[in-house]
Structure formats: structure tokens, C-alpha cells
């Protein structure tokens, strides 16, 4: 018995099979454009999801910074090493998330620069203070180098962080 | 506590001169299930064994050393979070910055690795 019979003719069932596989292809390709869009919305909406959170945290860092500004001046006012060292711990802990958050490209390049510039240097002169708090006469000895960068911090923060406020709100209302 | 102020910073002064001499060899820990990577030193004399670290696991004071024995521990001690001038606690806040200095420095090799580099240096004209 020959592999292929060329000599019969299709008859219907064979036209109907055919037909069918068309149909079925044209069914499969519909539903996986369909899939593709619907996955593709999907990962622009997280996009957008993880930006608007990503901003979100930025915005807060000034408050949350400032908190532990707080801290650290009433730890310098009471000359209390204990509150002192977790208020450092809180300042190297959120300078260091800090850094990841500025990498974001809402910033201008010259302000990310210089915000993890000055990130980078709380982030060391807080572990030096830390390091130091039992050493020194005092609490407010202490944390001199690190109080100065933190504020040289705060005021570069607000002044980006309102620039990408401004940024942000143009591309929006554009 | 078991031991008093006096006889930690003599244990810690005895520390530091037989890790100072290596005749105390130390290795670095990791903490299980620390996802910051954070580690301690440890180090076994017969039965005891000591274990030392930054309180915060940041490398920096305040340190803790501890004694175990018998998987039990025995006695602790961290950095005085005060400012007494006491002889004993100046000793001891002092002692335990050194103890961690000099075991970092054991633990990675550090005296051979700056002979290798003055090594390498004698090499330059």
C-alpha cells in the first residue's frame, strides 16, 4: 500500500476537515492577540502602579527624614545616648532606601546626583556618629558632622522633591 | 551577670593579646535567615566559646561579647551605653572596640594581605 494516494479525490468530510483547522487557527491567533493585549495592559498598569508608589515614597522621605531629625535633637538636648543611637540607626536605614528611591528619572540628573552624593555621606556619617556616641563628652559632640550633612540633606531634598512636584504635574495637565 | 565589671575587662584584655599573638583563631558567622547579611565572630577554647558582634549589625560600637557553655550561655556583655568614667567601664567600652578590631583584622587576614601589598610595592622603582 502506497505512504500517500494521490489518485483519490477529497470528498466533503475531507473539505469539512479543512475548513475546520482554518476556523480553529483563526480562533487560536484571535484569542492569543486578544491574551497579548490584555497582558500587555496588565504590565502598564503595574508600571504605572509602581511609579505612583515609588513617587509616593519619595514625597514622604522629607517628612519621614525630618522625624528623625527630631530625634536626634531631642536625644542632643537630653544628652540621651540610647534614643541617639536609634535615631542614627533610623537616619542610615532610611538613607540607604533613600538612595534606590532617587535613582528614579522624574529627577532631573543633576539633582540625582547630588541627592545621593549627600544621601551617601549621611549614610556614612551616621555610622561614624553611631560608632562615636560612646566615646564622645557628649551627644551633641557626637553627631556635629553628621547634623551638618543631614541638613545640607534636607534642603537639597525639598528643593528636588518640589522641582519633581512641578515636573510631574506639567506631564500630567500636558 | 556572673562576671563583674573587673574580671570582663581582664577576660577582654586576654582576648585581644591571644587573638593579637593568633593563638586564638576566630571565624566569621553568618546570621541564619538574615537577609542583610549580617555576621558575628566566634571562636572555641575547650569547652567555651565565645561569640562577639555589633549589637546593630553594623560593624560599628555598640558590641556585644558573649561566653557559652554547654550550648548554654554562660555570661554577656555589651558596650556600656553610658558614660561613667569608671576605670572598669572605660576598660571594657575600649577593650571590646579593640577585641573587634583585632579579630576583623585575624579573620581577614589582614597582616598578610598588607605584607603582600608592601610586596608588591618594593617591586616599583
Known amino acids: ?174 | 551577670m556572673l562576671l563583674n565589671d573587673s574580671e570582663w575587662a581582664n577576660l577582654i584584655e586576654r582576648l585581644e593579646a591571644v587573638t593579637a599573638k593568633r593563638s586564638l583563631s576566630w571565624e566569621e558567622v553568618q546570621v541564619e535567615d538574615d537577609s542583610e547579611g549580617n555576621s558575628y565572630y566566634r571562636a572555641a577554647v575547650g569547652e567555651t566559646v565565645y561569640t562577639l558582634g555589633a549589637v546593630d549589625g553594623d560593624g560599628v560600637s555598640p558590641f556585644f561579647l558573649e561566653i557559652w557553655r554547654d550550648g548554654k550561655i554562660f555570661d554577656q556583655i555589651q558596650t556600656p551605653a553610658n558614660r561613667i568614667s569608671a576605670d572598669d567601664l572605660v576598660s571594657i567600652r575600649n577593650g571590646l572596640r579593640d577585641l573587634h578590631r583585632e579579630v576583623g583584622r585575624a579573620v581577614n587576614r589582614a597582616p598578610e594581605r598588607v605584607a603582600m601589598l608592601m610586596s608588591d610595592l618594593a617591586t616599583l622603582e
Open chain 1, 1 to 174: 500500500m502506497p505512504l500517500l494516494d494521490t489518485s483519490a479525490a477529497p470528498g466533503w468530510a475531507d473539505w469539512l476537515g479543512l475548513v475546520l483547522t482554518v476556523v480553529g487557527f483563526l480562533v487560536a491567533i484571535i484569542q492569543a492577540t486578544r491574551a497579548r493585549r490584555v497582558a500587555a495592559a496588565a504590565s502598564e498598569a503595574l508600571a504605572r502602579a509602581e511609579k505612583r508608589l515609588h513617587m509616593d515614597a519619595l514625597f514622604a522621605l522629607p517628612a519621614s527624614l525630618a522625624d528623625t531629625r527630631g530625634e536626634l535633637n531631642w536625644a542632643e538636648a537630653n544628652d540621651d545616648m540610647s534614643v541617639a543611637r536609634f535615631a542614627l540607626l533610623r537616619l542610615h536605614n532610611r538613607s540607604s532606601e533613600a538612595l534606590l528611591l532617587v535613582a528614579d528619572d522624574s529627577f532631573d540628573v543633576l539633582e540625582q546626583k547630588k541627592l545621593a552624593r549627600l544621601l551617601r555621606r549621611v549614610v556614612k556619617s551616621s555610622l561614624a556618629a553611631k560608632d562615636q556616641l560612646a566615646d564622645a563628652p557628649s551627644v551633641a559632640a557626637a553627631i556635629i558632622d553628621v547634623a551638618k550633612d543631614f541638613d545640607e540633606l534636607t534642603g537639597q531634598l525639598a528643593a528636588s522633591t518640589t522641582n519633581m512636584r512641578m515636573r510631574v504635574s506639567t506631564n500630567a495637565s500636558e
